[in-house]
Nanobody, 115 residues
Framework: QVQPVESGGGLVQAGGSLRLSCAAS????????MGWYRQAPGKQRELVAR???????NYADSVKGRFTISRDNAKNMVYLQMNSLKPEDTGVYYC?????????WGKGALVTVSS
């Protein structure tokens, strides 16, 4: 069973930075993509950033220029560097791994940005 596990959430003031990490463990054969989604209170889960294996990262318009996604393929890890954080970035951030074309989700990491 594959289980992504997030770390690095927390409370930060507007304008600050946080770095999220996600490690995918378990029986991993082929990772097709890894990425980050978030869910704000009362809203649907949305894509933040994603890297498809062999492709370029793609970002939600709302985070372009502020967030950077990166992967460490050897360690089956994905990171999200978040700079210039805004209160509207507040939410639960979920790591997603697509492995052998199946979706796996982490339990989420809470990010709170105070104004």
């Amino acid at each position: 069973q594959v289980q992504p596990v997030e770390s690095g959430g927390g409370l930060v003031q507007a304008g600050g930075s946080l770095r999220l990490s996600c490690a995918a463990s378990g029986s991993i054969s082929s990772i097709n993509a890894m990425g980050w989604y978030r869910q704000a209170p009362g809203k649907q889960r949305e894509l933040v950033a994603r890297i498809i294996s062999g492709g370029s990262p793609n970002y939600a318009d709302s985070v372009k220029g502020r967030f950077t996604i990166s992967r460490d393929n050897a360690k089956n890890m994905v990171y999200l560097q978040m700079n210039s954080l805004k209160p509207e970035d507040t939410g639960v951030y979920y790591c997603n791994a697509v492995i052998s074309y199946r979706n796996y989700w982490g339990k989420g990491a809470l990010v709170t940005v105070s104004s």
